[in-house]
């Protein structure tokens, strides 16, 4: 009888230690996230310590540049396992375009805006556009030029620096090309070389290009009375003119297929994290999606302008020669 119930607690005790094992590999999750400074690095690493003592969490991380994370993500399937993503607004769209699985369950709070939404202003010459410019002036500044306006840009996967401002050139008939045609104006498009979105206002300030364009983070420098004297000089040398369509901060998502605990842990831990948890670069703390309701709207207004756009075909309707009517 003793051996009976020896073995039996030798059971017990070797599925409880399996069960455990069992679950701590279901929670082992790969964080992505995407390489820009190491004020980011850093703000990601608090956001993984902070799940992994709250939520109960375990991660892998993967620091990846932007392409190599759309990539990543639109190709995971569910045998990779779970993940954890910060995405850019770019990153976000473009992967659920290629197919991603993905569920968004985060945003942050920016340090620099005090809001889950920032903005894209397009940088031109004050000269070159009326007082108080709206949108519309820089593109009527664009269609009317006899040569080509120069845009220039620091990210190809920017959102502020290139995607809403490339759609919106969209939207508005303008594209990078050799010479404009009597229904579309032509834009050159160039990179710098650097990855500093400041060094965009300068050049367009020192008359290196007509037209970039910037987040509020970099708008307030050139604004600021605190900033250096040639930023100053800068700032007011060139006009910020915002883009109507707001953007949504990073995103946090996660496998659409992961257990619904994970998610509700996940989600329970962000709603109640501090305010000052964070606080490092321009993230301030994270805040439930669900409790967003400007980056939600923000974040679908991108998916509907990036989506593709049906081209107008005029058809002529003839009747023919031999038509009893």
């Not at 290196?208 to 700032?235: C, H, K, M, N, P």
Request: hydrophobic content about 45%; some cysteine.
């Amino acid at each position: 009888m003793r051996t009976v119930v020896c073995g039996v607690r030798q059971f017990l005790v070797l599925a409880i230690l399996c069960s455990a094992t069992l679950v701590a590999a279901q929670d082992r999750i790969t964080f992505i996230g995407v390489a820009l400074d190491q004020e980011t690095r850093q703000a990601d690493r608090k956001l993984q310590d902070y799940l992994e003592r709250h939520a109960g969490l375990s991660f892998q991380p993967e620091e990846l540049e932007y392409g190599e994370v759309i990539e990543r993500l639109s190709n995971w399937r569910v045998k990779d396992g779970l993940f954890l993503a910060r995405t850019t607004p770019y990153v976000q769209v473009v992967a659920e375009m290629l197919g991603a699985d993905l569920e968004v369950v985060a945003t942050y709070v920016g340090r620099a805006t005090d809001a889950t939404t920032y903005s894209s202003y397009l940088v031109a010459r004050r000269d070159d556009l009326p007082p108080h410019p709206s949108a519309n002036d820089v593109t009527d500044f664009v269609a009317g030029r006899s040569d080509r306006a120069r845009f220039i840009y620091h990210n190809i996967f920017s959102t502020s620096s290139f995607f809403l401002p490339s759609l919106h050139f969209r939207a508005n008939s303008i594209f990078h090309m050799g010479e404009p045609t009597e229904s579309l104006a032509a834009l050159e498009v160039a990179a710098i070389d650097s990855n500093s979105s400041s060094a965009l206002v300068r050049a367009v300030a020192a008359g290196e290009a007509d037209l970039a364009a910037v987040w509020d983070g970099t708008r307030a420098r050139f604004i600021s009375s605190s900033s250096s004297a040639a930023d100053q000089a800068a700032g007011r040398a060139v006009a910020f003119v915002r883009l109507p369509t707001n953007i949504p901060n990073d995103l946090l998502v996660c496998s659409r297929w992961a257990a619904g605990d994970l998610k509700q842990r996940l989600r329970e831990a962000v709603r109640e994290m501090p305010a000052d948890e964070i606080a490092v670069g321009d993230f301030a703390r994270w805040v439930d999606i669900i409790e967003a309701p400007e980056a939600r709207a923000a974040l679908a207004d991108l998916r509907w302008q990036a989506r593709e756009q049906v081209s107008k075909v005029t058809v002529d309707v003839r009747a023919s020669g031999d038509s009893a009517s």
